[in-house]
């Protein structure tokens, strides 16, 4: 189905294109799209044929860098200038120059964009079939499992170019960090709590398993992508150690205050210790709510189940520490670091699956009907 011509432009960042390019835009002009916007990101001057071919014969705005300044730029420049110069659209759509993606593909996304204009739309790839790279086949998979895990997003493919990105989500983009290829990571995260995804199943094209060509940095790029988990994840260790520095501060100040009287009540250090507990465990939910899952639920809901997981898991802590430490070779400290190491892992899931998230995302998976 082809909608108005600027409800949906298409956006296409290329470096060092070849024939695909063209190819690419034949077929879509062909099938009766126009508005299409394509980045030219820091080719040499032996590409010049290539998008001076989109302009003239294809009618595509031609936007130019200078020099490389990477794919997360390129998207935001361009995202930009449909945003300053067509403020009637809905959305758009971005799609790789590589051959990648099919006319049939990129209509499909438009369609579920056209019918979800709330929604990101991602264009998902299976990956279970003999002709894809091995390379871009496990490093998908290991993607998506970290994101399921440190951001609670089970997305099919990560890392697909092809999506339908909502206007105003276009517009919360242009402050989103990154300018490369970590740029779509980043769009995921950004997603978290704010738009649904919405997953359109689309064909696995690769033009050879062992020679497909990728302007992808397989260690710069990947570095950039993975740094995008750590830091999730390491805010919730600062959260977590500084908590415990918090619990051990408040219990010497009460320890300190409560001393005093301890010839008339003799039970100062298990009341310093629970004053602590209770003030380091706000602290830590504070900190978690806001700075770590930036969640959107209710305190009311939050609150009480993060403290209901605080009172389980240091029964749980107690208990398996009493177990692994029983008739073991094993000390009583090296047993708590153990157990305490594991429910640190464990209730970091929990909070982010069940505790701080408020469920925005449905993820659907179709090969293009609309749902």
């Given amino acids: 189905m082809i909608y108005d011509n600027m409800l949906i432009p298409i956006i296409i960042p290329s470096l060092e294109p070849d024939e695909r390019l063209l190819t690419l835009l034949r077929e879509l002009t062909i099938a009766?799209?126009?508005?299409?916007?394509?980045?030219?990101?820091?080719?040499?001057?032996?590409?010049?044929?290539?998008?001076?071919?989109?302009?003239?014969?294809?009618?595509?705005?031609?936007?130019?860098?200078?020099?490389?300044?990477?794919?997360?730029?390129?998207?935001?420049?361009?995202?930009?200038?449909?945003?300053?110069?067509?403020?009637?659209?809905?959305?758009?759509?971005?799609?790789?120059?590589?051959?990648?993606?099919?006319?049939?593909?990129?209509?499909?996304?438009?369609?579920?964009?056209?019918?979800?204009?709330?929604?990101?739309?991602?264009?998902?790839?299976?990956?279970?079939?003999?002709?894809?790279?091995?390379?871009?086949?496990?490093?998908?998979?290991i993607t998506c499992k970290v994101c399921k895990y440190l951001c609670g997003l089970s997305i099919s493919d990560t890392q697909?170019?092809?999506?339908?990105?909502?206007?105003?989500?276009?517009?919360?983009?242009?402050?989103?960090?990154?300018?490369?290829f970590e740029f779509e990571t980043q769009m995921l995260v950004a997603s978290i709590n704010r738009y649904d995804i919405y997953e359109v199943e689309i064909k696995t094209i690769y033009d050879s398993v062992d020679n497909h060509v990728t302007h992808f940095d397989p260690i710069k790029d990947s570095f950039r992508i993975y740094k995008i988990f750590v830091k999730i994840f390491a805010r919730y260790t600062f959260s977590s150690l500084s908590s415990w520095g918090v619990d051990l501060a408040f219990f010497a100040l009460f320890e300190w205050i409560l001393i005093k009287s301890a010839s008339t009540f003799r039970a100062y250090i298990a009341l310093a210790t629970v004053l602590a507990r209770i003030l380091s465990a706000t602290y830590n939910y504070l900190m978690n709510y806001v700075f770590v899952f930036k969640s959107i639920e209710k305190h009311s809901k939050a609150g009480y189940k993060y403290f209901l997981l605080a009172f389980i898991q240091m029964g749980f802590s107690a208990l398996f520490t009493t177990l692994l430490s029983m008739g073991s070779w094993m000390s009583d400290i090296t047993a708590k670091i153990i157990v305490d190491g594991t429910l640190f892992f464990i209730s970091y899931y929990i909070q982010r699956r069940f505790i701080f998230y408020k469920s925005k995302k449905d993820v659907m998976i179709t090969n293009g009907s609309v749902l």
């Fill in 160 to 180: 697909t170019g092809l999506r339908g990105i909502p206007k105003s989500f276009m517009e919360e983009l242009l402050d989103v960090p990154g300018e490369r």
């Fill in 32 to 141: 009766g799209y126009k508005n299409i916007v394509i980045v030219n990101d820091g080719s040499s001057s032996d590409y010049d044929c290539f998008f001076q071919s989109a302009e003239h014969d294809y009618g595509c705005v031609v936007l130019v860098h200078d020099e490389n300044m990477g794919k997360g730029r390129a998207l935001k420049n361009a995202f930009n200038y449909c945003l300053d110069t067509m403020p009637n659209i809905i959305g758009c759509i971005t799609a790789d120059s590589d051959g990648q993606h099919s006319v049939e593909c990129i209509s499909k996304c438009m369609d579920a964009l056209m019918a979800n204009t709330d929604k990101l739309v991602l264009g998902v790839r299976n990956f279970s079939g003999g002709n894809i790279p091995r390379k871009s086949m496990m490093g998908n998979k």
